[in-house]
């Protein structure tokens, strides 16, 4: 991993009493709150917890972005933060915000706004005072990203909560085992992203030296910490070809020792070979019961921080470095927990039953549901589940082992310490509410321990811990998360792996008989090593053994010569502390610092002769395993007496009767179990994944690198196999998926089942199986990319853990209990709100609601500051879909008014996450509308009576809700937007109110959309007779019959009818039946041609006349070929502001096959409409017909001409004439020849070239051939924006229809007269998200003009222009003052000034 560093700025002492009286004002009145609903007020004011809904963003998005470190200091006095950043009142503030509130927070139980609190404290550059003695390393220090602390302050205290929940709420949750695994899955991916972090490098050689060097000491670091500075470029190396290997560059036989940078460390000596590991081993437990050795903090070969430990009671702070006598207190009862007794034992026997029935019952629910074998998977929650039934006799469920497994890897993450930028960097705002839960489950472990083991304790002395019963209950917890719950999770997982992986070569590159100088980094991802794959019925033994021996699970166990100084003591006294006996004592706690309540520890500094024995080196010597030791084979079990890897040569019965052994007691019990495992695994249950041949494995001591997923035997039979990544592997999740949707038809003709399920009816009718999207490949060539290839350009870690998180949400939302609980916890989910039940909503559904929602939901709205002048100009990549094609970037640097500041689109994290550089928000958007969306099955559900239906919606007279509208408004009502707004649009007119009468809607209804709202622009005369009566008006939709519906749902189309008063008197359906107010089909037909109205505007009209044809491609050309100072594209800037933006999103949310409007409507081939509907659409000089020329306008109808549309609409386009007229005049001498009116401006020639290739190459209708002149160049901008403006607004904002499915819907069951719950959902959704506040026309852009040629008259040109828009506002306000049905979308005071939304 790239590390980057910055200068450090001098040192700041903040006093930690006045921040925390300034930040908690409470604490500082000394009010309590012992009730803990201070938690609840300040989680309900927190802007993540509120605005951004759950942890998904505020966790699993941006956790990883914090750039605050808190890490132990020299002395275990302080956490020490660093952030990043020039700008120190902001960093400062964020200091005492995470040091020294949240300590207090968690005392108190009480969560504060961290958001007021940045506000109202500290922001002085005053002179600092001098530091207390025992506060001077109180320090503040400032490295790396500037403005990501902003996003620390907002998830702070989201975070907290939910970490509480997790330990608290879901830990102890009885709501059943799902419940449990929802909690466990939600937080997951951001503990792995934690974990991932591990492997951080330094490049610098400190010479050596007989002193070992501190980090503190190195000149390009910027911490301060006291723990050795080359131990973490070893660490690096550990990682590389040939992991621990490097030491003897692969060849162990004959290895000498190696020292200092060579090992791990100035001072470090390695021992590598069996022999030398076996004879410095074996005086480990002599040599630190006489106080001759010093064992410190330390897990294999990295330290761990001391303050995960520091809340439980035991002292000192430590699992692996605690004193003689408590090892020897309680080694005993460790052994009798772990042991097995004899082969032929009651008790042998006794724990072989409980594991093998542990392993049938995990296996046999794997085989239902598959098995993942990665760190994060199943295999980790099981392995808790067994061993925690091993120490305490007590059952928990595998759910349980989930919820365990996901705080296991935060810890881990957490506690191990790193180089240049520590994985506490990740996440500083948790350590302290962490450290509390492990007090607490160390606290819950003691009553059982008391009740097993008190015995065993009773009269032993584990001073200066405060009881024998915690420091047992501690080692327990460290059992669980360190030792046993790791090495039986990497060594079965690796066995698994070897069995299935398929990945060439096979074998090993090298021998280990001959030194290996620059291995190259594909033996970082080689083939099998295994390749025989399988072990004969008896050799599960042997096979778990080897797995032990070639991938070993333990690093080392290190021991000092020389203790390292204890904090505020002399080397002197340091050593005196050491006694023979098993009397030595730890470091004397003093030196408390008070925001964190811990007191100083060092951990390097003074210590010397730091040997480790390097297990896994050993465990490949020549000398004992033979001289194929480096080949991964079955051996014979003789031959593993010869083991290392448990530290069996740390043993020496005659030293305290064998209580300072340091070999593992769970040694016995690792071997049954692994071995038990690999008896009840039967390879031929299950399934080769098809991604074997990605299973790759190190050449080094690592095991397998890629995580997958196996499917039973019987879970494809049933087609339930579970495909690779689509992702990743998008050709292999292709042909999963044909393949499991041919398994569902034959399993229909099978069962004949073709009549009571339609998907087998369509299997039937079809004869085969339904095409499958295409899946994005490798984009290499030339233009625009495919919008497939784009989608796999998001990378497989955010990929992965929007998977996880968009799966717990869509438990959460479909389950009552505790998931549905912690969501209202976390005001993702209004309290009440409806559950929106599995067979009511399909997955894609709730996904698509919760994440526009919480996305929506951190939004606020955006005004004229928001855009600034242009800057740049160019080429950029684009994105192609059919014949739509979108920039992937916006040049002005387009970013929605969020809580992310736009700058963490260019930081560092993009690059760690995986995003390509400079194009970090575009792919982070398609993260998010893309791939974990898209991959979702498309279900419509419309013949099952059993799903889908407003019954389960509970609409209905007595129901929960009584109209189908009440129940879309219970999903949108309780929610805001980041600046308290609505999130659901102002109701302009409520149809219900004025025109539903006794379940029937009134023919004014019809009247109004058709004359007064969003259809005014369909209108067309006619002359027509029918029933004496003269018919003047038709909206005619029958064209669009012709479109292919799936099955179940209605089809498009009804040419609607209108009297010259405007009232509607017929419906002509697509086969030609005339429908009437007699014909008792004159409700459905009515709704019908709403519906289609409805659709057909949104889809040709608003997506791709607005967005598409004019805002796209204006924008796309302007960026193209307008210089920045060009006077064009100042002012362009204001119209085309986010439309590259909004336009990138609407491609995979609304244009896409699987998009969210492809499973709203139901057009059956949407995915061809990119390339069908381009084509209809008329020139933009049509659109605009009417304003445009007034020899047409006078052609209208009285009746038309008094409609809003057209009335308000013509004062709009007239003031927008003025301006380009104006625009046009005041540049005419630059711009066009005075005797032609021909257009000369290179710029503009350049434009109106590419604008024409833009439309032509799209298929677009018009003509684009032949220069402009400069009048018609400014007709056809007024036309652009025109359409941008105030028609965008008439055809796009549809909130009062959409949120009526009996109004008007994307789609309906034939027959039915509303849409039906699931597609009312998403399209409800697509409203809500559309309906965000933008900047308004009438609003103050001059700013935009700064800098540019005639600044001054372009300025007074706005400002007219504005002038005439509040005279056009003015008169729109009176006309609606006298209207029934009121038309806001050409009032400049609402209507937006581009498209951004």
């Known amino acids: 991993m790239a590390q980057h560093h910055q200068h450090l700025p001098t040192e700041e002492y903040i006093d930690p009493e006045e921040a925390r009286s300034a930040f908690l004002p409470e604490a500082a009145a000394g009010q309590e709150d012992q009730s803990g609903q201070g938690l609840c007020n300040a989680l309900n004011r927190n802007p993540c917890a509120k605005n951004a809904s759950l942890a998904f963003t505020c966790i699993g998005l941006l956790g990883l972005a914090?750039?605050?470190?808190?890490?132990?200091?020299?002395?275990?006095?302080?956490?020490?933060?660093?952030?990043?950043?020039?700008?120190?009142?902001?960093?400062?503030?964020?200091?005492?915000?995470?040091?020294?509130?949240?300590?207090?927070?968690?005392?108190?139980?009480?969560?504060?706004?961290?958001?007021?609190?940045?506000?109202?404290?500290?922001?002085?550059?005053?002179?600092?005072?001098?530091?207390?003695?025992?506060?001077?390393?109180?320090?503040?220090?400032?490295?790396?990203?500037?403005?990501?602390?902003?996003?620390?302050?907002?998830?702070?205290?989201?975070?907290?909560?939910?970490?509480?929940?997790?330990?608290?709420?879901?830990?102890?949750?009885?709501?059943?085992?799902?419940?449990?695994?929802?909690?466990a899955v939600c937080l997951s991916p951001w503990f792995r992203a934690s974990r991932d972090a591990l492997d951080t490098s330094a490049t610098e050689e400190p010479a050596r030296s007989e002193q070992p060097r501190s980090l503190s000491d190195a000149p390009r670091n910027p911490l301060n910490v006291d723990i050795p500075a080359a131990s973490f470029e070893a660490k690096a190396a550990n990682s590389g070809p040939l992991g621990y290997l490097h030491l003897c560059k692969g060849k162990v036989k004959g290895c000498k020792p190696t020292y200092d940078n060579e090992c791990y460390g100035p001072g470090s000596i390695c021992y590598n070979t069996w022999q030398d590991v076996w004879d410095w081993g074996s005086q480990i437990p002599e040599g630190q019961w006489n106080g001759t050795l010093w064992r410190g903090h330390e897990l294999g070969t990295g330290f761990l921080s001391p303050y995960l430990w520091s809340s439980r009671g035991i002292d000192p702070f430590a699992a692996l470095g605690v004193e003689p006598n408590q090892h020897a207190a309680v080694r005993p009862a460790l052994e009798k927990m772990w042991g097995t007794g004899g082969k032929n034992s009651a008790e042998y026997r006794r724990t072989e039953d409980m594991v093998r029935a542990s392993i049938q019952e995990f296996l046999a629910d794997r085989r239902?549901?598959?098995?993942?074998?990665?760190?994060?998977?199943?295999?980790?929650?099981?392995?808790?589940?067994?061993?925690?039934?091993?120490?305490?006799?007590?059952?928990?469920?595998?759910?349980?082992?989930?919820?365990?497994?996901?705080?296991?890897?935060?810890?881990?993450?957490?506690?191990?310490?790193?180089?240049?930028?520590?994985?506490?960097?990740?996440?500083?705002?948790?350590?302290?509410?962490?450290?509390?839960?492990?007090?607490?489950?160390?606290?819950?472990?003691?009553?059982?321990?008391?009740?097993?083991?008190?015995?065993?304790?009773?009269?032993?002395?584990?001073?200066?811990?405060?009881?024998?019963?915690?420091?047992?209950?501690?080692?327990?917890?460290?059992?669980?998360?360190?030792?046993?719950?790791?090495?039986?999770?990497?060594?079965?997982?690796?066995?698994?792996?070897?069995l299935y992986s398929t990945a060439e070569p096979m074998g090993t590159p090298y021998s280990g008989n001959e030194e290996v100088e620059n291995?190259?980094?594909?033996?970082?991802?080689?083939?099998?090593?295994?390749?025989?794959?399988?072990?004969?019925?008896?050799?599960?033994?042997?096979?778990?053994?080897?797995?032990?021996?070639?991938?070993?699970?333990?690093g080392s166990v290190a021991s000092w010569t020389k203790p390292v100084t204890c904090a505020g003591l002399s080397e002197d006294q340091t050593k005196a502390l050491l006694k023979d006996g098993g009397a030595s004592q730890p470091c004397p706690l003093e030196g408390y610092n008070l925001p964190q309540d811990i007191p100083r520890v060092n951990q390097y500094t003074g210590g010397a002769g730091h040997i480790f024995p390097v297990l896994p080196v050993a465990m490949r010597d020549p000398a004992k395993f033979g001289a194929d030791a480096n080949t991964f084979r079955i051996r014979e079990l003789d031959v593993y007496k010869w083991s290392v890897g448990f530290g069996e040569m740390a043993e020496n019965s005659k030293v305290a009767n064998g209580m300072m052994n340091r070999s593992c007691p769970g040694k016995?019990?690792?071997?049954?179990?692994?071995?038990?495992?690999?008896?009840?695994?039967?390879?031929?249950?299950?399934?080769?994944?098809?991604?074997?041949?990605?299973?790759?494995?190190?050449?080094?001591?690592?095991?397998?690198?890629?995580?997958?997923?196996?499917?039973?035997?019987?879970?494809?039979?049933?087609?339930?196999?579970?495909?690779?990544?689509?992702?990743?592997?998008?050709?292999?999740?292709?042909?999963?998926?044909?393949?499991?949707?041919?398994?569902?038809?034959?399993?229909?003709?099978?069962?004949?089942?073709?009549?009571?399920?339609?998907?087998?009816?369509?299997?039937?009718?079809?004869?085969?199986?339904?095409?499958?999207?295409?899946?994005?490949?490798?984009?290499?060539?030339?233009?625009?990319?495919?919008?497939?290839?784009?989608?796999?350009?998001?990378?497989?870690?955010?990929?992965?853990?929007?998977?996880?998180?968009?799966?717990?949400?869509?438990?959460?939302?479909?389950?009552?209990?505790?998931?549905?609980?912690?969501?209202?916890?976390?005001?993702?989910?209004a309290k009440g709100s409806p559950v929106l039940w599995k067979n009511l909503v399909d997955p894609f559904a709730v996904l698509?609601?919760?994440?526009?929602?919480?996305?929506?939901?951190?939004?606020?709205?955006?005004?004229?500051?928001?855009?600034?002048?242009?800057?740049?100009?160019?080429?950029?990549?684009?994105?192609?879909?059919?014949?739509?094609?979108?920039?992937?970037?916006?040049?002005?640097?387009?970013?929605?008014?969020?809580?992310?500041?736009?700058?963490?689109?260019?930081?560092?994290?993009?690059?760690?996450?995986?995003?390509?550089?400079?194009?970090?928000?575009?792919?982070?958007?398609?993260?998010?509308?893309?791939?974990?969306?898209?991959?979702?099955?498309?279900?419509?559900?419309?013949?099952?009576?059993?799903?889908?239906?407003?019954?389960?919606?509970?609409?209905?007279?007595?129901?929960?809700?009584?109209?189908?509208?009440?129940?879309i408004m219970s999903l949108w009502a309780p929610y805001t937007l980041a600046d308290n707004v609505a999130m659901w649009p102002k109701t302009e007119v409520d149809f219900g109110q004025l025109f539903l009468k006794a379940d029937l809607w009134d023919d004014g209804l019809e009247q109004a959309i058709a004359f007064s709202s969003i259809g005014t622009h369909r209108?067309?005369?006619?002359?027509?007779?029918?029933?004496?009566?003269?018919?003047?008006?038709?909206?005619?939709?029958?064209?669009?019959a012709s479109l292919e519906v799936r099955p179940g749902f209605g089809r498009y189309g009804g040419d609607m009818y209108f009297s010259e008063?405007?009232?509607?008197?017929?419906?002509?359906?697509?086969?030609?039946?005339?429908?009437?107010?007699?014909?008792?089909?004159?409700?459905?037909?009515?709704?019908?041609?709403?519906?289609?109205?409805?659709?057909?505007?949104?889809?040709?009209?608003?997506?791709?006349?607005?967005?598409?044809?004019?805002?796209?491609?204006?924008?796309t050309s302007t960026r193209r070929q307008l210089q920045p100072d060009h006077p064009a594209r100042r002012v362009l800037t204001v119209f085309s502001w986010g439309s590259i933006n909004i336009?990138?999103?609407?491609?995979?949310?609304?244009?896409?096959?699987?998009?969210?409007?492809?499973?709203?409507?139901?057009?059956?081939?949407?995915?061809?409409?990119?390339?069908?509907?381009?084509?209809?659409?008329?020139?933009?000089?049509?659109?605009?017909?009417?304003?445009a020329n007034e020899s047409r306008w006078a052609q209208l109808p009285r009746q038309l001409q008094q409609a809003p549309f057209y009335a308000d609409g013509l004062l709009l386009f007239r003031a927008l004439r003025g301006l380009v007229q104006g625009y046009f005049d005041l540049f005419r001498d630059q711009w066009c020849d005075q005797d032609d009116d021909a257009l000369t401006d290179s710029g503009l020639l350049a434009l109106e070239h590419d604008l024409a290739s833009t439309l032509a190459a799209a298929n677009y209708q018009g003509d684009y051939t032949g220069r402009k002149t400069c009048t018609q160049a400014a007709e056809r901008v007024t036309a652009a924006l025109y359409i941008v403006t105030a028609y965008h607004r008439h055809v796009g904002q549809v909130g009062d229809v959409a949120v009526d499915p009996e109004v008007a819907a994307f789609s309906w069951r034939e027959g039915e007269r509303s849409a039906r719950p699931m597609q009312a959902l998403i399209t409800s959704t697509i409203a809500a998200a559309t309906a965000v506040p933008q900047p308004k026309l009438d609003e103050d852009f001059s700013h935009v003009f700064e800098g540019m040629h005639r600044e001054g008259q372009a300025r007074a040109l706005w400002a007219k222009f504005r002038e005439e828009l509040r005279g056009v506002s003015q008169t729109v306000r009176e006309r609606n003052a006298q209207r029934t049905v009121p038309y806001y979308r050409a009032d400049p005071s609402i209507v937006e000034c581009s498209v951004a939304i």
Not at 1025 to 1038: I, K, P, R, T
Not at 1148 to 1170: N, Q, T, W, Y
Request: some cysteine; overall charge negative; glycine content about 6%.
């Open 66 to 183: 914090c750039s605050g470190v808190l890490y132990f200091c020299p002395g275990r006095s302080h956490l020490q933060p660093h952030i990043a950043g020039e700008h120190a009142s902001q960093a400062k503030d964020f200091i005492e915000g995470s040091q020294v509130g949240t300590a207090a927070v968690l005392q108190k139980s009480l969560v504060q706004d961290l958001q007021r609190a940045r506000r109202s404290r500290i922001r002085s550059t005053q002179a600092a005072p001098e530091p207390p003695r025992d506060q001077a390393q109180a320090t503040a220090r400032l490295a790396g990203p500037p403005k990501l602390m902003e996003l620390v302050s907002l998830t702070h205290d989201s975070i907290d909560t939910v970490l509480e929940c997790l330990t608290g709420v879901c830990a102890t949750a009885d709501d059943g085992q799902k419940s449990i695994d929802a909690c």
């Open 1143 to 1187: 336009n990138y999103d609407s491609m995979f949310a609304l244009s896409l096959e699987g998009s969210a409007l492809s499973r709203a409507m139901p057009v059956k081939d949407f995915g061809s409409l990119a390339e069908t509907v381009p084509e209809s659409l008329p020139d933009i000089m049509e659109t605009v017909r009417y304003f």
């Open 848 to 967: 698509f609601y919760f994440s526009l929602k919480m996305t929506i939901s951190a939004k606020s709205a955006s005004h004229s500051d928001s855009i600034a002048a242009p800057s740049l100009y160019g080429s950029f990549e684009t994105m192609t879909y059919g014949d739509i094609t979108v920039p992937v970037v916006d040049l002005d640097g387009y970013v929605a008014t969020t809580p992310l500041d736009p700058k963490l689109f260019d930081s560092e994290l993009m690059e760690l996450l995986g995003f390509p550089p400079n194009h970090a928000q575009s792919v982070l958007q398609v993260c998010l509308t893309g791939p974990f969306m898209l991959d979702q099955a498309k279900h419509d559900w419309l013949e099952d009576g059993d799903r889908n239906t407003w019954a389960q919606a509970s609409v209905g007279l007595g129901r929960s809700f009584l109209r189908k509208k009440d129940w």
């Open 668 to 829: 016995s019990f690792t071997l049954m179990v692994g071995s038990l495992f690999f008896e009840e695994f039967n390879k031929q249950d299950w399934v080769v994944p098809r991604d074997s041949k990605n299973i790759t494995f190190s050449q080094g001591s690592k095991p397998f690198h890629m995580g997958f997923t196996l499917s039973s035997q019987a879970m494809v039979a049933e087609c339930k196999e579970i495909c690779p990544s689509a992702l990743k592997f998008p050709e292999l999740h292709q042909a999963c998926t044909a393949a499991k949707q041919r398994c569902h038809c034959d399993s229909c003709g099978a069962e004949n089942r073709l009549l009571g399920s339609w998907s087998c009816v369509q299997c039937a009718l079809s004869g085969r199986t339904r095409e499958l999207v295409a899946s994005p490949k490798p984009w290499g060539g030339e233009g625009p990319r495919p919008a497939f290839a784009e989608l796999a350009r998001c990378p497989a870690l955010l990929a992965e853990l929007l998977n996880v998180a968009g799966g717990a949400a869509v438990q959460a939302y479909q389950e009552s209990g505790t998931p549905t609980a912690l969501l209202e916890l976390l005001n993702a989910k």
């Open 368 to 498: 239902k549901n598959g098995l993942k074998v990665d760190m994060l998977g199943d295999v980790m929650a099981w392995a808790h589940q067994v061993l925690y039934k091993k120490a305490f006799k007590r059952d928990i469920t595998l759910m349980e082992g989930k919820v365990f497994m996901v705080f296991q890897l935060l810890y881990l993450g957490l506690a191990l310490q790193s180089d240049t930028e520590p994985v506490l960097a990740k996440v500083p705002f948790l350590l302290p509410t962490l450290r509390q839960q492990v007090a607490r489950i160390v606290r819950s472990y003691e009553p059982i321990v008391q009740e097993m083991y008190a015995d065993d304790l009773d009269g032993l002395d584990c001073s200066p811990s405060t009881s024998c019963v915690t420091q047992l209950a501690s080692a327990i917890l460290d059992a669980f998360l360190l030792a046993g719950g790791v090495s039986l999770t990497v060594s079965i997982n690796a066995g698994i792996a070897l």
């Open 519 to 554: 291995p190259p980094d594909s033996w970082l991802a080689w083939g099998n090593p295994f390749p025989d794959m399988a072990y004969e019925h008896g050799q599960e033994l042997q096979f778990y053994w080897e797995v032990l021996r070639y991938f070993a699970p333990v």
């Open 1061 to 1115: 008063a405007g009232m509607p008197v017929l419906v002509v359906t697509p086969d030609g039946t005339e429908v009437s107010h007699a014909s008792k089909d004159w409700q459905y037909w009515k709704f019908v041609w709403r519906s289609s109205l409805f659709s057909i505007i949104t889809l040709q009209d608003h997506l791709n006349t607005a967005h598409y044809k004019v805002a796209n491609v204006l924008a």
């Open 1019 to 1040: 209108l067309e005369t006619t002359k027509r007779d029918f029933g004496g009566e003269q018919l003047a008006f038709v909206v005619s939709l029958n064209a669009f």
